[in-house]
């Protein structure tokens, strides 16, 4: 009768739940409702793998993670069933959360574990994962209110996904939409990882320029990811299907820099033995994106100016010219207006390259999205390395997320391989490998941001009573720790070498307050 009443309550919450950003997460917390548990996920079907949508129980950077379905036995068991899959409490094939749950430190001890596969028809959509540290807890809930939620749960997220497709793509067909959005995301380096409201607005320039056949010019520091937003850009164009060409001008010889752009006849000089296409024939009718633009010589600039104004290129040994259809994207992290009025780069080929520039921000400006991108590095480190498990200590990301990150999203990725060897080295033994501090080998640093505050709270402080002073800097260094480990008071006690019980009180005193979660 009680799981009747939940169903109900379930029915009418979903249908009356307005469809928004937030939809996935919505629908989680209902269906809790009927599935208490300690751990519960929503995970999309993308290709050959599973992509967290939504979580709770779980550690915050299980979001960044990308689980291959024939990785792991019960998700794969999960995804080959029609109907709710309950293991049994002994089972001996390995949890795919194991030592992420926030609940229990460590390899999950016996447990309860349900899996639900949504579908649309035949196809599967997605799926729900639930995980109980109680052995019983999934035993009293009966097959027909299971299939009855199964099917309310498939028809509402076969609703959101349809909806944020269309959202999200709205100048396509409903087919190019689901087609496009596939092949972004299942594409190797296609995803760009990142929630915080500077990555929200990039994804939203890339969308709105991507649309369009302007050429853009991608701007950012070294290692921020401007050839993935290059990818990006293509991937959300109608040259989708066509060739997406990279060239490093860097890397360009100036004596073979034109025969690379536009090609060369066989003969055409010493060592060439035969005729060979350019990069610009290769990106016809796709695009091409110029890495390092700034390191091109001035002859080749205005060679490039002639293409990019007329489509029209001279392959090298030949007189007749050609013509090509070629969107350039093009990317730098030198100053290319100070380039320009140095004489270093033609000021008309700079105008003509920033039609609609793309800043990438930093990584130390994107708030929150280091937890995320490690997640993500963590699971592609582990199945380089063999490691069954793999997972990030609170202390880590803690220190993470302190960093500075010179080298930005590159540095991160490295860093994480690189401590991911190290811990595999010391704990080899162990089933469950798990990342320290000690490990990542970096000095903790507030990133730009805190370091601002800090200094705003220093200069405010200064001109108040030394009793003031003191609980405004323990108000903003308890609470900008609390931020970081996502409100975890037992993390943020171990960082601030604080009593739990101490802390708590300490921030009662100074008016601190943590919305309580479901």
Not at 70 to 96: G, M, N, V, W
Request: proline fraction near 4%; charged fraction near 20%; charge should be neutral.
């Amino acid at each position: 009768m009680n799981q009747q009443f939940n169903l109900t309550q379930v029915a009418l919450e979903l249908a009356q739940s307005t469809l928004h950003e937030h939809s996935f997460d919505q629908l989680l917390a209902t269906v809790e409702r009927v599935i208490p548990s300690d751990a519960s996920a929503l995970l999309v079907v993308q290709g050959e793998q599973l992509k967290p949508l939504a979580i709770k129980g779980l550690m915050p950077d299980s979001l960044g993670r990308r689980f291959k379905i024939a990785e792991h036995p019960r998700l794969k068991a999960i995804c080959s069933a029609s109907h709710a899959l309950q293991f049994a409490h002994d089972c001996p094939l390995p949890d795919p959360y194991d030592g992420l749950l926030l609940a229990k430190t460590g390899d999950i001890p016996v447990h309860a574990c349900l899996g639900l596969p949504l579908y649309d028809k035949n196809a599967l959509l997605g799926v729900l994962t639930f995980d109980s540290l109680n052995a019983n807890a999934f035993s009293n809930i009966s097959a027909n209110t299971l299939s009855t939620l199964q099917t309310l749960c498939s028809a509402h997220f076969k609703t959101a996904l349809e909806l944020a497709h269309y959202k999200h793509h709205a100048q396509h067909s409903s087919a190019l939409v689901q087609e496009l959005t596939r092949d972004a995301l299942t594409r190797d380096g296609g995803e760009i990882i990142g929630q915080s409201p500077v990555m929200q607005t990039l994804k939203n320039e890339i969308k709105l320029v991507a649309a369009s056949d302007f050429s853009v010019l991608v701007l950012g520091e070294t290692g921020v990811g401007k050839e993935l937003v290059a990818r990006n850009i293509h991937l959300n164009s109608a040259r989708k299907d066509q060739p997406l060409i990279h060239l490093n001008c860097a890397s360009l010889p100036e004596n073979l820099a034109e025969s690379e752009f536009f090609g060369h006849a066989k003969g055409a000089f010493t060592g060439a033995q035969n005729a060979r296409q350019g990069k610009f024939q290769l990106a016809d009718g796709g695009t091409l994106f110029l890495d390092e633009i700034g390191e091109l010589p001035l002859a080749m600039q205005s060679k490039l100016l002639r293409v990019l104004q007329s489509g029209e290129i001279q392959t090298v040994g030949e007189d007749t010219p050609k013509y090509v259809d070629v969107r350039v994207v093009a990317a730098t992290n030198r100053d290319l207006k100070r380039e320009v009025a140095q004489g270093r780069f033609r000021a008309d080929l700079y105008h003509r390259l920033s039609v609609y520039p793309i800043t990438v921000p930093p990584l130390n400006k994107r708030e929150h999205d280091i937890t995320l991108l490690a997640g993500y590095f963590i699971e592609q480190t582990a199945r380089k390395l063999g490691i069954k498990q793999l997972k990030l200590s609170t202390e880590a990301q803690a220190l993470l997320n302190q960093y500075s990150w010179p080298g930005n999203v590159r540095e991160l990725e490295h860093v994480i391989s690189r401590s991911a060897l190290k811990a595999k080295q010391s704990q080899w033994q162990n089933p469950i490998v798990t990342i320290t501090s000690e490990h990542c080998d970096l000095t903790p640093q507030l990133s730009n941001t805190v370091q601002i505050n800090t200094q705003n709270t220093i200069h405010t402080a200064c001109n108040q009573p030394l009793k003031q002073a003191v609980e405004s800097l323990q108000f903003t260094v308890i609470t900008e720790q609390l931020k970081q480990h996502n409100y975890n008071w037992a993390a943020t006690a171990r960082v601030l070498e604080l009593d739990r019980a101490n802390l708590v009180r300490l921030a009662k005193r100074l008016g601190i307050k943590v919305k309580k979660t479901i």
